[in-house]
């Protein structure tokens, strides 16, 4: 299971690092902890407070010991604790109720970080490339969140398909390593970018501006961010907090702008639903359809048989339910005059929610990057009626269909296909793009892309998606009669596919 999946914009993880390493001080530790506590019961959202563990003996070279004339040195030198001063802060952690995470930065802190009992690992900018320390972390198990900061592309995608291979659960995070970072510099679009280039991955973002900058989380959230990192401290008169960490106060209001912020997106992927209010007081201002003269019975309605006029009343028919893309016949006679009620007429479906779906898969397609052969025809499978289409469905491209065969599947976002089996033909799935769920005969498991998959006759297999996908299947020659679903009614459908050309420019 993807932990961070679990967060989202409107409910993110709150990851407060101990500002300068609680200062290397235990009571010092203790009181941020003891402030993280109190601002997480006013909170909405899950909140966790990382520590970072070197082990400095072997983390800085032993000729470099000591010199306090180093700016880092001397600072992680004069931070430092004993594993046992760490242990008990940790308790304090959990005895909060708090989620813990912690930053390890050689590979002999990353078992300590495990044995610790740490949810989670974060792996800072500096390391995001540093393999043996990446080597290490994967190897534990524990979710990972991995800070970007100064990170070329083409090294990024190199990190990132390293760890979908090895590490069991991981996100991203936008970072800029300038402490603190001007305004000018945040570039929090990345969020968005970081998002469309690896889909299947939670993107966060790690703060590093002005503790009195409310605006720039409410605006990583709106570009998607599951995962919100902010420094925070307890002021100290002799170690005054630095630039980029919230006090108390600070965090507070941090938090409610979030929060506001989390309010004004709404519910994410609901774009398409209105509110029952919104609904009710639209309703209220729509034309209704009135008979302009009398419609004799299983007539096709044209617009010269009707009037659209204010106000509509209880039960009536509205402009927006005749559409050239409908077909309108009259049940019974209807007289002129008189407004029209849905019993009055049949509504046949129009082709409309084909089209749309074969728009959905021409923007999956160039999302993709793959090319189709020119002038395909696209299968669009409805197993339960269009009307569920969003829900249950496929839709499909077949290339060839001899002695073997080549057909590629497009699951939109959301979607699933459900289960059947073949008796004859074996077929083998090779994801090319997206994320995909594969069960067979009952037993999920998660595809990696590029992952093969074969698929024996009378193996039962369903497949779902949460972003959207592209699968290539090959396989032998495809006979009409013999794709079996589970579900009996399926099988009954006979209506459960429309066709559709398609042309990508």
């Known amino acids: 299971m993807n932990v961070f999946g679990s967060y989202s914009p409107q409910s993110p993880l709150i990851i407060l690092d101990m500002a300068n390493n609680h200062g290397g001080d235990v009571k010092h530790g203790h009181a941020i902890i003891e402030a993280v506590s109190q601002v997480a019961q006013e909170s909405p959202f899950a909140i966790a407070v990382k520590f970072q563990f070197r082990n400095l003996d072997t983390y800085v070279h032993s000729s470099y010991l000591g010199r306090m004339d180093l700016k880092y040195v001397r600072r992680f030198q004069e931070t430092r604790l004993t594993w046992d001063e760490f242990q008990e802060l940790l308790e304090h952690v959990r005895s909060a109720g708090l989620l813990a995470a912690c930053t390890p930065f050689d590979e002999d802190s990353v078992p300590l970080v495990r044995d ?12 995001a490339a540093d ?31 390293y760890l979908n291979r090895y590490a069991p659960t991981f996100a991203l995070m936008h970072c800029v390593s300038l402490y603190p970072t001007p305004t000018k510099f ?10 469309r280039r690896y889909p299947r991955t939670p993107v966060g973002y790690s703060t590093h501006e002005s503790p009195d900058n409310d605006a720039a989380a409410g605006l990583a959230i709106a570009q998607g961010a599951r995962i919100l990192e902010r420094h925070f401290g307890v002021p100290q008169d002799e170690s005054p907090l ?27 992927g609901t774009f398409a639903e209105s509110l029952p209010e919104e609904r009710s007081s639209l309703e209220q201002l729509e034309r ?58 049949a509504i046949e479906i129009s082709r409309k929610p084909v089209l749309e779906a074969r728009d959905a898969v021409v923007d999956l397609i160039k999302r993709s990057g793959i090319e189709i052969p020119l002038q395909s025809e696209l299968e669009v499978s409805h197993h339960y009626g269009i009307e569920r289409f969003d829900d249950v469905g496929m839709c499909m491209i077949t290339t060839v269909n001899r002695a073997y065969c080549k057909k590629l599947l497009f699951l ?28 067979l005969d009952g037993i999920p498991q998660r595809l990696e892309v590029g992952q093969v998959v074969t698929i024996e006759p009378n193996v039962r297999h369903a497949f779902s998606s949460d972003d959207g996908c592209v699968l290539e299947e090959i396989s032998s020659t495809h006979h009409s009669g013999d794709s079996y ?14 066709f559709v050309g398609l042309f990508i420019e």
């Open 116 to 127: 610790f009992g740490f949810d989670f690992l974060k792996i800072a900018s500096a390391s």
């Open 131 to 161: 393999w043996n320390l990446l080597e290490a972390a994967a190897a534990t198990g524990l979710p990972m969140v991995v800070s970007t900061g100064g990170l070329e592309t083409p090294t990024l995608d190199r990190v990132v398909r």
């Open 186 to 195: 945040l570039n929090l679009q990345r969020i968005g970018e970081l998002r």
């Open 242 to 268: 630095n630039g980029y960490s919230s006090n108390p106060s600070q965090l507070r209001a941090w938090i409610r702008h979030l929060a506001n912020a989390a309010i004004m997106l709404g519910n994410q």
């Open 288 to 345: 209704g359809l009135y008979a302009k003269r009398e419609i004799p019975p299983n007539q096709v309605i044209s617009s010269e048989d009707l009037r659209l006029a204010f106000p509509r009343v209880s039960g009536q028919l509205s402009a927006k339910d005749f559409s050239l893309e409908n077909r309108m016949v009259s049940r019974a006679a209807i007289k002129g005059g008189e407004p029209i009620s849905s019993s009055q007429v």
């Open 412 to 439: 939109l976002a959301g979607q699933r296909h459900p289960e059947q089996y073949h008796k004859i033909k074996d077929e083998t799935f090779q994801l090319l793009f997206g994320d995909c769920t594969l069960i």
């Open 485 to 498: 679903y589970v579900d009996e009614s399926i099988n009954q459908n006979k209506q459960r596919k429309s």
